[in-house]
């Protein structure tokens, strides 16, 4: 525990010092007070830059790099490891997989979080309503796995079954199932899992943006005789066409690095694998493949530049507005 | 308002209750499960817990040899559960036809004449004139009715046996510095990159933004490399807890940076440079004037790279050894997933341990939460 108080501790005084030691210098003549400046930019900039070169500038070059050469490191190898991937049946697989899993993921996170969102509009309850479904945001991807697979658990057709999903299904005097292996339908079981977690992401912004809807326009339509209805899908689904997309590419941007919970549930199997799951086990199992493992990490990569490239440049319009 | 009561609002407000009801369910299975004693998490579903209910169970009585003889009947005695179960014996039955043939009161009587009786506690008396000559005694088909029973044992077995009450320090030990280090170093970043002037600023900042684009997978095996090499060069361990904090303070600094910097362009220019012609230096203005203002800012963001660092598994999983001393809460968790698959007390326990802290938070500082979340949802 004392390394950590060390750890802090050692950033703390770096800028402490380093920068009393500017003013202590800096304040004796005017020409060094120009000089003091140009250094003091260096102290303020010169740890995070470090470590954004180590970390992210650095490795980005390095992947690509990599991604020419043989599973080492050491060897040219040219597109070969590219030409792999896509003749590679589980890549195939995966970024089917990844596919889905951005088509339904986002889509029904956005929805359920815009029409709960509604619904907690103006209701005694609706925060407290708004919290319970926002609650899932806090918990970790693994600490949700463990969560739903409870749920998905699966005992024999003789046996009583824990799981809340079979106990329901045999209530019905169906069969029991486990869920998570039934290769194509268990991706939407998981798929489940992250839609728990991401409507809560869309509902609080939604309900952000629900208030700023001009009550006038409301009101007007309500007088004309328009229902609930007709107003949510005329008035309000347009008004927040903007706020709608925005939500869509921000969970789009997180499911293209889903990684936690397949690793959690079924590491891959029965068929689920994604990229970054695929990614992690050609980086790290079996002594590791680097030239496979960066090819799926670019891949990954050129997923995410789109999508956030136009998330920003909207975020950018935003705050010019 | 008239319209609370109209037809429409109760049936939104029935399909909001219905969508809150499948939300909380599998959080609230969790908790009470972790809750529930070990034995019935296996045998029965967590809703049952919740009311009493009724549980047939089958006993078979000892054999002769612990007969006693007392009032000129040779006896047998004993007791179905143990102490404070709190169940209470409603009927039972001494074939598996008709097992719930007696009541508590009622004496039943075997075909050997041999008779037993049971009281509502589980106490059974097995009676016989004559000696009990077989080794072993019948069987008894009970029916009782379980009132719901909570235990803290699964706590105390997973926090101090399975080793997560470790991985708890050391997730904090990992979170902490991963959070307090980034927001140091990136508050001095976004202020230079905001309030001082230097040549290639503009440059800076969009390699910034461009970094937001990078998946941390990318990050991984150049990192491992260089941490490799750099233990081997000084002779310490690769994986270590300073790598880790190092490792998240890289892949939260660009969207650390770029939300502190949103935040600190709405300051007033004006105050700046009162204080610079009052002779402050940067460090003072940044010390008395930026800090008590970015303070709300400071909150949110300190709690989204916080539940991030808590929540993370693939850091701690590539840049941490898997050993007792530095596993995360993460990575214990989908160790124990493989390892104790069937033993829902230690994971549901286990879970919900590591949930204990974020949901703390979110229920503590909710509005920070939200506030950081929805400002800070670019983090890659």
Known sequence: MFIVFLGILFFISYFHISNLVLDAYGRRSIKRYNFENSIRVIVFIAPAFIVLFIFILYPVFETVRLSFYDKFGREFVGLYNYKWAIGDPEFRRSILNNFVWLLVVPTLSTFFGLVIAKLADNIWWGSIAKSIIFMPMAISFVGAGVIWKFIYEYRGPGDTQIGLLNAIIVSFGYEPQAWITIPFWNNFFLMAIMIWIQTGLALVIFSAALRSIPKEMLEAARIDGASELKIFFSIIIPYLEQTILVIWTLITIIVLRIFDIIFAMTNGEWQTGVLANLMYDWMFRGGGDSGRGSVLAIVIMIGVIPILAWNLYKHRQEQKI | ?380
């Open chain 2, 1 to 380: 308002m008239m319209k609370k009561f109209s037809l429409s609002s109760i049936l939104s407000q029935l399909l909001l209750l219905f969508f809150v009801i499948i939300w909380i369910i599998p959080t609230f299975g969790l908790f009470i499960s972790s809750l529930r004693d070990k034995d019935l998490l296996s045998i029965s579903g967590w809703w049952t817990s919740l009311t009493t209910t009724e549980i047939n169970e089958i006993y078979r009585m000892p054999g002769m040899n612990a007969q006693i003889e007392e009032d000129g009947y040779f006896k047998i005695k004993g007791k179905l559960f143990e102490e404070n179960s709190g169940k209470k014996i409603e009927s039972f039955g001494i074939t598996s036809k008709k097992i719930n043939e007696f009541n508590v009161s009622e004496v039943a009587v075997f075909k050997d004449e041999s008779e037993v009786t049971i009281d509502e506690d589980g106490n059974y008396e097995w009676r016989s004139k004559s000696e009990f000559q077989k080794k072993k005694g019948k069987r008894l088909f009970t029916t009782s009715l379980s009132p719901p029973s909570f235990t803290f044992e699964n706590y105390r077995e997973v926090l101090f046996k399975e080793g997560i009450g470790r991985a708890f320090i050391n997730t904090m030990a990992v979170a902490l510095p991963s959070t307090l280090i980034p927001l140091i170093i990136c508050s001095f970043f976004a202020y230079s990159l905001t309030w001082m002037k230097f040549y290639g600023r503009d440059i800076l900042l969009a390699v910034i933004i461009a970094s937001l684009v990078v998946p941390l997978q990318m990050s991984l095996i150049p990192i491992l490399t260089i941490y490799n090499d750099f233990g081997a060069l000084f002779g310490v361990a690769a994986k270590s807890y300073p790598g880790v904090w190092m490792a998240h303070t890289g892949f939260g600094l660009a969207s650390t940076t770029f939300l502190l910097r949103n935040f600190l362009k709405s300051l007033p220019n004006e105050m700046m440079e009162a204080a610079k012609v009052d002779g402050a230096s940067h460090y003072d203005i940044f010390l008395r004037i930026i800090i008590p203002l970015s303070i709300p800012a400071f909150a949110s963001i300190f709690i989204l790279q916080f539940l991030w660092c808590w929540n993370d598994l693939l850091v701690g999983l590539v840049f941490l050894d898997q050993v007792p001393s530095e596993i995360i809460l993460t990575a214990k968790l989908k160790e124990l997933l493989g390892s104790r698959g069937e033993n829902w007390e230690i994971l549901t326990t286990g879970a919900f341990v590591s949930m204990t802290v974020p949901l703390f938070i979110f229920f503590a500082l909710q509005r920070y939460f939200i506030r950081g979340l929805v400002a800070g949802s670019v983090k890659g």
